[in-house]
């Protein structure tokens, strides 16, 4: 089944600087990666989303880029504020299967 | 729109008791819904899929008779943990898709907490 791994565990960064995560799946038959932020006591909220026909994908300060030869994937949040403050989780799946796996989370700390 | 609630957000039962969450579709038809189950510090752990009108498929290590799940409508789906021990103390959470392909969204999750 579909293995993922989650680097780095933990992220501290200045307010204004960029942050990245990477993960990397197993499975080469997995199609759908997304990206989810969880704030303390509260369920995760996609923030973004790749599959595997494109290569990069944007939305204003948020990135992700895919390397499908390398089976990896990663996270790019830029000009970071305070609110971006959460855990971070990236998922590998089938687009059109029943499950994701997650990835093991990344707790990121904006430092002001 | 696509929004997933959660009934309790918290609740705290004695060793031995059974406690039912309800995950409901507020404003889409969810064929398919999810539970999962994240423990202090740690990921989401798929712990079974349930199709409207059919039984929950489970994760492997997953107890079915312990953890029931019953998704009697394409907006309601409820986990019931029978005989809770205080080792199921943890934070569960919901999810619901409206078809295969679509994402996932997410529902507040609720701290279930034996004593």
């Known amino acids: 089944g579909e293995n993922v791994e989650q680097h780095p565990s933990t992220l501290s960064v200045q307010e204004g600087d960029s942050a990245v995560i990477k993960c990397t799946y197993s499975?080469?038959?997995?199609?759908?990666f997304p990206w989810y932020k969880q704030e303390l006591g509260k369920g995760p909220q996609l923030i973004i989303d790749?599959?595997?026909?494109?290569g990069e994908k944007k939305d204003q300060r948020i990135a992700v880029t895919l390397n499908k030869t390398a089976k990896h994937f990663s996270l790019h949040i830029t000009e970071t504020q305070p609110e971006d403050s959460a855990v971070y989780f990236c998922?590998?799946?089938?687009?059109?299967?029943?499950?994701?796996?997650f990835g093991s989370g990344t707790r990121l700390s904006i430092r002001p | 729109g696509a929004v997933v609630s959660q009934h309790p957000s918290r609740v705290i039962c004695k060793s031995g008791t059974s406690v039912k969450i309800e995950c409901r579709s507020l404003?889409?038809?969810?064929?398919?819904m999810f539970w999962y189950r994240q423990f202090p510090k740690q990921s989401l752990m798929l712990m079974a899929t349930?199709?409207?009108?059919?039984?929950?498929?489970?994760e492997q290590g997953v107890e079915k008779d312990k953890f029931l799940i019953n998704h009697a409508s394409l907006t309601l789906s409820t986990l019931t943990v029978t005989s809770a021990h205080p080792e199921d103390s943890s934070f569960y959470i919901c999810?619901?898709?409206?078809?295969?392909?679509?994402?996932?969204?997410f529902g507040p999750g609720t701290r279930l907490t034996v004593t």
């Open positions: 999810s619901a898709r409206i078809r295969p392909g679509d994402e996932q969204y």
């Open positions: 499975d080469s038959a997995s199609n759908y």
């Open positions: 790749i599959r595997s026909n494109v």
């Open positions: 998922a590998a799946g089938y687009s059109s299967a029943s499950k994701i796996i």
């Open positions: 404003d889409f038809q969810a064929t398919t």
């Open positions: 349930s199709n409207e009108g059919s039984k929950a498929t489970y």
